[in-house]
């Protein structure tokens, strides 16, 4: 089983910066691509970015893109978001997701791993 952990929501005001990190544990960490999601209030879950394996291919939804940086460390066992220029459309929990195919793929079905997730507040 892995073990999935979130860190780093909080609350910002638009514009501003949050950096959200993924402690993995359990299993080999770099067997796993890895995603990020998030579910605003209301609303279903939705993709936010992915990575793979080796960090060899990277995929972002449209309305990050530019702004959102996805990155991992397999020698630390972590995986982590760099969210810049935040939006309130931005706020909602967001949860990292373990894909045991490897490739950087966009829906949440292809993942077999979550985190309990972390609250992003974007205020405006």
């Known amino acids: 089983q892995l073990q999935l952990v979130e860190s780093g929501g909080g609350l910002v005001q638009a514009g501003g910066s949050l950096r959200l990190s993924c402690a993995a544990s359990g299993r080999p960490f770099s067997n796993y691509a890895m995603g ?4 605003a209030p209301g609303k279903e879950r939705e993709f936010v970015a992915a990575i793979s394996r080796w960090s060899g291919t990277i995929n972002y939804a449209d309305s990050v893109k530019g702004r959102f940086t996805i990155s991992r ?10 969210m810049n220029s935040l939006k309130p459309e931005d706020t909602a929990v967001y949860y990292c997701a373990a894909d045991n195919f490897g490739g950087a793929r966009r829906s949440e079905a292809d993942y077999d791993y979550w ?9 405006s």
Not at 36 to 39: E, G, L, P, T, V
Not at 73 to 82: G, H, I, P, R
């Open 73 to 82: 460390d397999n020698a630390k066992n972590t995986v982590s978001l760099e």
């Open 36 to 39: 990020w999601f998030r579910q």
């Open 115 to 123: 985190g309990q997730g972390t609250q992003v507040t974007v205020s």
